[in-house]
């Protein structure tokens, strides 16, 4: 009788996703992604950048949630998901942080000259 328990925790590793949630969440993908093309139609400076990236963030987090079955998953693993997000932020920080320093204006001479 114990082997037969053994064989049930077996079929406990994955969870089914019903296909109506999938096609919802692949309908929003899709929008979102119509936004981040339709942020570029319109000239709203340095704030193109920062829409398109929180649209960006948002459909990661569904495709993780959803698609990876995070939603479903042990809470640890999404921690191990967020701190590894935060670090990839912070080392992207980093290096746009060193690049302020390369301007043109800076350091004369230096740097090709941008033309527009």
Same mark, same amino acid.
């Given at each position: 009788? !114990? /082997?037969? !328990?053994? !064989?049930? /925790? !077996?079929?406990? &590793? &994955?969870?089914?996703? %019903?296909?109506?949630?999938?096609? *919802?969440?692949? &309908?929003?993908?899709?929008?979102? @992604?119509?936004? @981040? #093309?339709?942020? @570029?139609?319109?000239?709203? &400076?340095?704030?193109?950048?920062? +829409?398109?990236?929180? +649209?960006?963030?948002?459909?990661?987090?569904? #495709?993780?949630?959803? $698609?990876?079955?995070?939603?479903?998953?042990?809470? $640890?693993?999404?921690?191990?998901?967020?701190?590894?997000?935060?670090?990839?932020?912070? $080392?992207? *920080? $980093?290096?746009?942080? /060193?690049?302020?320093?390369?301007? %043109?204006?800076?350091? %004369?001479?230096?740097?090709?000259?941008?033309?527009?």
């Amino acid at each position: 009788m !114990a /082997d037969h !328990a053994h !064989a049930d /925790d !077996a079929h406990e &590793g &994955g969870h089914v996703v %019903p296909l109506w949630l999938l096609a *919802g969440i692949l &309908g929003a993908l899709l929008a979102l @992604t119509f936004a @981040t #093309v339709a942020v @570029t139609w319109v000239d709203l &400076g340095r704030l193109n950048i920062w +829409i398109a990236m929180g +649209i960006a963030a948002v459909k990661a987090t569904l #495709v993780a949630l959803y $698609f990876m079955h995070l939603r479903w998953d042990r809470p $640890f693993n999404g921690v191990i998901l967020l701190i590894s997000l935060v670090l990839v932020v912070l $080392f992207i *920080g $980093f290096a746009l942080r /060193d690049g302020i320093a390369y301007l %043109p204006e800076r350091i %004369p001479g230096d740097a090709p000259e941008i033309r527009r």
